[in-house]
């Protein structure tokens, strides 16, 4: 289970659209007041349902201000299926700056030549120093330079600092594929690109927090899981730890505001995360930046709608369990993306499971199901305790079904292999998009020496 703290509540009620303008923010560093720029609003970059998957990936590019060195440069490999169709590709860069960089960068894959990209998309927004430096944010499709399979990317000439210290720092590069594949279960993708500073000392509604951002999807009437990757760029741990919290929430009807105070930080309903290995953005790419990605396993509930994010500087609930300690994280949030995986029909209807022993040595199970639907076979396990995790694939029974069938059949199979003692059997079931289900599980005692007698078993 992944480490989460949350409650369950009312939503924030809606406000429609984000701080526009400009503010005025006390320069911290010179002593002087300058005007703050808004973030720039995520907007929908890719939003599709079908059998898509998108990989979002990157790496630092400020250097080693420990040695002095400046790279500008990183490499990203990318492992595609071979199969794959590429349906959009993104090349991000940022960093701080009193300028976007002049030429743009250059992009090799995997080792050939260079190909300068100029941005088709610049965004800044003045942060909190240093001699007129804004927060910096550029990307350009290179959606014909991404290829199917594994390969390097890489990305030098960046140049929004040309040293690893100072005012002017490079943070980092990173590519966003989205792909169609014929072997992916159906889903909603949805990709929002945009650029969120959040910083310590800012005040509501400015921050220190990041904006609330949300991406909205279709309902449906059963419970989907939802998979999730954010590019966050920025987070400087040279000084100190940098403690930061990372909350979404999930519902219909109205979603929290944009520049809600305190947005979904300990709201009702709100979930926070904590990685068990401290908090979730500490330049774990190199520093300046973060690749953060959830597995599949979060619940959207059925009738759901939207899907809410929220970077917190500081860890204010203490869901890392370090005590909120170090100073309040400031960076950038670059990219999020979901893969809402669709509610799929069960892939087998089972109507009994048995086992029975034979002679000495050998065990029948026996199956039958009522239907199948996209159905690809079955897996049994086996273990001496019950525990599934500790138990053994011992045997893959196809579907005689050919992909499904209204009608069902019968299924048998001998295990030849158990010794005496009590051993735990499950059945699971794989349907041909690769998803699976324990069906049911059920225990038979073996004795030592061969007698007829009745199975005990427990469901």
Same mark, same amino acid.
């Given at each position: 289970?992944?480490?989460?703290?949350?409650?369950?509540?009312?939503?924030?009620?809606?406000?429609?659209?984000?701080?526009?303008?400009?503010?005025?923010? &006390?320069?911290?560093?010179?002593?002087?007041?300058?005007?703050?720029?808004?973030?720039?609003?995520?907007? +929908? =970059?890719?939003?599709?349902?079908? !059998?898509?998957?998108?990989?979002?990936?990157?790496?630092?590019?400020?250097?080693?201000?420990?040695?002095?060195?400046?790279?500008?440069?990183? %490499?990203?490999?990318?492992?595609?299926?071979?199969?794959?169709?590429?349906?959009?590709? !993104?090349?991000?860069? *940022?960093?701080?700056?009193?300028?976007?960089?002049?030429?743009?960068?250059?992009?090799?894959?995997?080792?050939?030549?260079?190909?300068?990209?100029? #941005?088709?998309?610049?965004?800044?927004?003045?942060?909190?120093?240093? /001699?007129?430096?804004?927060?910096?944010?550029?990307?350009?499709?290179?959606?014909?330079?991404? !290829?199917?399979?594994?390969?390097?990317?890489?990305?030098?000439?960046?140049?929004?600092?040309? #040293?690893?210290?100072?005012?002017?720092?490079? =943070?980092?590069?990173?590519?966003?594929?989205?792909?169609?594949?014929?072997?992916? %279960?159906?889903?909603?993708?949805?990709?929002?690109?945009?650029?969120?500073?959040?910083?310590?000392?800012?005040?509501?509604?400015?921050?220190?927090? %990041? @904006?609330?951002?949300?991406?909205?999807?279709?309902?449906?009437?059963?419970?989907? *899981?939802?998979?999730?990757?954010?590019?966050?760029?920025?987070?400087?741990?040279?000084?100190?730890?940098?403690?930061?919290?990372?909350? =979404?929430?999930?519902?219909?009807?109205?979603?929290?505001?944009?520049?809600?105070?305190?947005?979904?930080?300990?709201?009702?309903?709100?979930?926070?995360?904590?990685?068990?290995?401290?908090?979730?953005? @500490?330049? =774990?790419?190199?520093?300046?930046?973060?690749?953060?990605?959830?597995?599949?396993?979060?619940?959207?509930?059925?009738?759901?709608?939207?899907?809410?994010?929220?970077?917190?500087?500081?860890?204010?609930?203490?869901?890392?369990?370090?005590?909120?300690?170090?100073?309040?994280?400031?960076?950038?949030?670059?990219?999020?993306?979901?893969?809402?995986?669709?509610?799929?029909?069960?892939?087998?209807?089972?109507?009994?499971?048995?086992?029975?022993?034979?002679?000495?040595?050998?065990?029948?199970?026996?199956?039958?199901?009522?239907?199948?639907?996209?159905?690809?076979?079955?897996?049994?396990?086996?273990? @001496?305790?019950? /525990?599934?995790?500790? #138990?053994?694939?011992?045997?893959?029974?196809?579907?005689?079904? #050919?992909?499904?069938?209204?009608?069902?059949?019968? &299924?048998?199979?001998?295990? *030849?292999? +158990?010794?005496?003692?009590?051993?735990?059997?499950?059945?699971?079931?794989?349907?041909?998009?690769?998803?699976?289900?324990?069906?049911?599980?059920?225990? +038979?005692?073996?004795?030592?020496?061969? @007698?007829?007698?009745?199975?005990?078993?427990?469901?």
């Amino acid at each position: 289970m992944l480490p989460y703290k949350g409650s369950s509540g009312t939503h924030l009620r809606k406000v429609l659209g984000f701080i526009v303008g400009a503010i005025s923010i &006390y320069n911290l560093f010179s002593g002087t007041a300058v005007s703050v720029k808004a973030d720039v609003p995520f907007e +929908v =970059y890719f939003q599709d349902y079908g !059998q898509f998957d998108f990989v979002a990936l990157g790496v630092g590019t400020r250097g080693n201000p420990g040695s002095g060195e400046w790279t500008g440069a990183g %490499s990203i490999v990318l492992d595609l299926p071979d199969t794959a169709v590429i349906q959009k590709a !993104q090349l991000i860069w *940022t960093g701080r700056s009193n300028q976007f960089d002049p030429d743009g960068v250059q992009l090799q894959v995997d080792g050939g030549s260079m190909t300068q990209i100029a #941005a088709t998309k610049q965004e800044e927004q003045y942060p909190w120093c240093c /001699n007129g430096a804004a927060q910096r944010h550029e990307s350009a499709d290179v959606t014909s330079y991404i !290829q199917p399979g594994t390969h390097t990317y890489r990305i030098s000439d960046h140049e929004h600092g040309m #040293a690893p210290t100072g005012d002017y720092l490079n =943070y980092g590069v990173g590519i966003l594929v989205v792909y169609e594949d014929a072997s992916l %279960s159906p889903a909603e993708v949805i990709i929002h690109e945009g650029q969120d500073s959040f910083f310590r000392l800012w005040t509501p509604p400015r921050g220190p927090h %990041s @904006q609330v951002s949300c991406a909205d999807f279709s309902p449906d009437t059963e419970d989907r *899981t939802v998979e999730m990757t954010h590019l966050v760029s920025g987070v400087d741990t040279i000084v100190d730890i940098r403690s930061n919290a990372f909350w =979404y929430m999930t519902g219909s009807g109205s979603k929290p505001a944009a520049d809600s105070v305190p947005g979904l930080i300990g709201q009702p309903g709100a979930i926070g995360y904590a990685p068990v290995d401290g908090y979730p953005f @500490q330049s =774990y790419t190199q520093l300046e930046w973060d690749n953060f990605s959830i597995p599949s396993g979060l619940v959207i509930p059925a009738g759901a709608t939207w899907i809410c994010f929220q970077i917190e500087s500081g860890d204010s609930m203490d869901l890392a369990g370090l005590g909120n300690i170090g100073t309040p994280a400031s960076g950038m949030w670059e990219l999020f993306g979901v893969r809402i995986a669709a509610a799929l029909p069960a892939a087998v209807s089972l109507t009994d499971f048995s086992v029975e022993r034979v002679s000495v040595g050998q065990v029948d199970l026996r199956w039958e199901t009522a239907a199948e639907v996209d159905h690809f076979g079955f897996n049994l396990y086996r273990g @001496q305790t019950d /525990n599934f995790a500790e #138990a053994e694939l011992i045997h893959f029974e196809p579907s005689l079904t #050919a992909g499904g069938s209204p009608f069902g059949t019968v &299924y048998h199979y001998s295990d *030849t292999a +158990v010794t005496d003692g009590r051993w735990w059997y499950w059945l699971e079931s794989v349907d041909t998009f690769g998803q699976e289900v324990v069906e049911d599980t059920l225990t +038979v005692t073996v004795p030592k020496f061969y @007698q007829h007698y009745l199975p005990f078993v427990i469901r």
